[in-house]
Nanobody, 125 residues
């Protein structure tokens, strides 16, 4: 069992930056592929980014490529999402998720076994 707790959300103006974090409980963090998803009001949960066990591989949604960076610190059981050049359309609740299986179809939320409670990110114009 893994518990995930996100933090770092908040209000930021368009063009600004924000870093959200997700801390995992337990001693097996390095065995999980980690992902970030987001859900805007009235919309489905969308894939944002994913990172492999050691951080060698990453994957991004087209909407955030070149602006967002996912990283992880296995010693601290933490995954990060650095968000730059934020846009109003990035406004959403951001969730981190953990996947016990091998790297594949990481943009599919059904691949993930554990989810955090989410952190709100609001980008104002």
């Amino acid at each position: 069992q893994v518990q995930l707790v996100e933090s770092g959300g908040g209000l930021v103006r368009a063009g600004g930056s924000l870093r959200v974090s997700c801390v995992a409980s337990g001693r097996s963090f390095s065995r999980y592929v980690m992902g970030w998803f987001r859900q805007a009001p009235g919309k489905e949960r969308d894939f944002v980014a994913a990172i492999s066990l050691s951080g060698t591989y990453t994957e991004y949604a087209d909407a955030v490529k070149g602006r967002f960076t996912i990283s992880r610190d296995n010693a601290k059981n933490t995954v990060f999402l650095q968000m730059n050049s934020l846009k109003v359309e990035d406004t959403a609740v951001y969730y981190c998720a953990a996947d016990r299986t091998a790297w594949s179809a990481q943009n599919d939320p059904s691949e993930y076994d554990y989810w955090g409670q989410g952190t709100h990110v609001t980008v104002s114009s």
